[in-house]
């Protein structure tokens, strides 16, 4: 599974999976997002890519409890899951959250794609 580099900061690479030569969470979220949102998901893996970790915020970013080295970023009603890797913060999928909690389907899928990645290394 490849990883394509969308954005390099002060502290961190951001990488995002990829499928058919597009991000996964790009494919995902295609035609189901506003451009303001989209202009947020940029605006916060900017973010994500500028600040030492940990980022602090809960509202920007946050580790899922229990998931060793899963975080998930969210911006509005967006949810990206990333892993990091030394100084790297590999997005590994999104989707548009409708409900209160992250459904666990979503956040083993993450899982899943993290193992696929770290195994193909």
């Known amino acids: 599974m490849e990883a394509h580099l969308p954005k390099k900061g002060a502290y961190l690479e951001v990488y995002a999976l990829v499928d058919r030569g597009r991000a996964i969470y790009e494919q995902e979220l295609s035609g189901k997002i506003s451009e303001d949102t989209r202009d947020k998901i940029v605006a916060y893996i900017d ?61 083993q899928r993450a899982e899943k794609l993290k193992a696929r990645y770290q195994s193909e290394d």
């Open 47 to 107: 973010f994500l890519a500028d600040t030492k970790p940990p980022i602090r915020s809960a509202h920007i970013s946050k580790k899922l409890a229990g998931r060793p080295n899963l975080y998930e970023l969210r911006p509005k009603n967006v949810r990206l899951f990333y892993f990091m890797i030394g100084n790297w913060a590999i997005i590994t999928h999104g989707f548009v959250k409708k409900g209160r909690k992250t459904p666990k389907e979503e956040i």
